[in-house]
């Protein structure tokens, strides 16, 4: 389970949202990019002076070198390029060419905060029913029968992420209150605060019911669209076969065997006709579901 994002988000930053899942966590938790240093970027006052002293040292050394002081200058030179090289690795930052992105993602996700919902927003028992809704909407819309046509596509296309994104923000919202609910639990309650607690239970229990309803209704429309997809396969594959018939009745004539096969051969016929009546039912008992849907 990824991002969910309000469907009213536009698709370019709703893509780049659900791409980003580990940032915008980072991002809510406090996280923010480093500024842009361009142009001109500039170095720390400590940063330039142990650069500018580095060519003293250097020299320092060169005289020291014939002297009795020469192994405690080395162990001096020895340190200072220690420094100097840690001083470097800590102006190393994220690559400028990167800070543009991240700066935008930064501000998308501020700008439509409250607009997208990450995994850590879910518990274990609303995270199962998100993904049942989400298994059930992407089963209608990656149908061959929904992009045919068959289904009402367009509505589709606008209803079902709707439905996928109150069905996540209703769990989200059940998910925080379940929480604040057993963290009250775990530090002990008197009686008289346990009686008070018990209508505020039905409460969370009758809208984890009500959700898990929406929930099947959309499985239950999924199911009708899945048997309206077999047959529309079926029916396919029969239309396949009626088209190569004439080539089968051609090799029994002259085989002389079509008095034994013509039969069977026919049944393709009957059988094309009653998979188109069952492709019709499915699609219609879909659009009945749909309705149900909406309502």
């Known amino acids: 389970m990824g991002v969910v994002v309000d469907p009213g988000v536009p698709p370019e930053i709703a893509g780049m949202l659900r791409a980003n899942a580990p940032l915008l966590s980072r991002i809510r938790a406090g996280w923010s990019p480093p500024p842009s240093t361009r142009p001109g970027r500039r170095r720390s006052p400590s940063s330039v002076a142990l650069l500018a002293a580095t060519p003293v040292v250097i ?72 993904a049942r809704a989400q298994r059930a909407i992407g089963g209608v819309l990656r149908s061959h029968v929904n992009a045919e046509g068959l289904l009402d596509d367009a509505r589709n296309a606008m209803m079902l992420p709707a439905q996928e994104w109150e069905i996540a923000r209703l769990l989200a919202k059940l998910s925080a209150l379940r929480a604040e609910h057993r963290q009250l639990l775990a530090s002990g309650v008197a009686p008289e605060v346990a009686a008070v607690l018990e209508p505020l239970e039905r409460a969370l229990a009758g809208s984890e019911a009500a959700v898990v309803a929406r929930v099947e209704a959309l499985e239950r429309y999924a199911g009708h669209v899945a048997e309206a997809e077999r047959a529309y396969h079926a029916r396919g594959q029969i239309e396949e076969l009626r088209a190569r018939l004439p080539r089968y009745e051609e090799l029994l004539a002259e085989s002389g065997a079509d008095s034994l096969s013509v039969p069977e051969l026919d049944r393709l016929a009957e059988d094309a006709d009653r998979l188109e009546q069952t492709l019709r039912r499915s699609v219609h008992s879909a659009h009945e579901a749909f309705r149900h849907l909406e309502g």
Do not use: H, N
């Open 59 to 130: 020299a320092l050394m060169a005289v020291l070198a014939g002297t009795t002081l020469a192994p405690a200058g080395f162990v001096i030179l020895g340190s200072f390029v220690f420094v100097v090289l840690v001083k470097v690795a800590s102006m190393s930052e994220a690559p400028e060419e990167e800070r543009p992105q991240l700066r935008r993602l930064y501000e998308q996700a501020r700008w439509y905060d409250g607009r997208y919902l990450l995994p850590e927003d879910f518990d274990e028992e609303a995270a199962q029913v998100l």
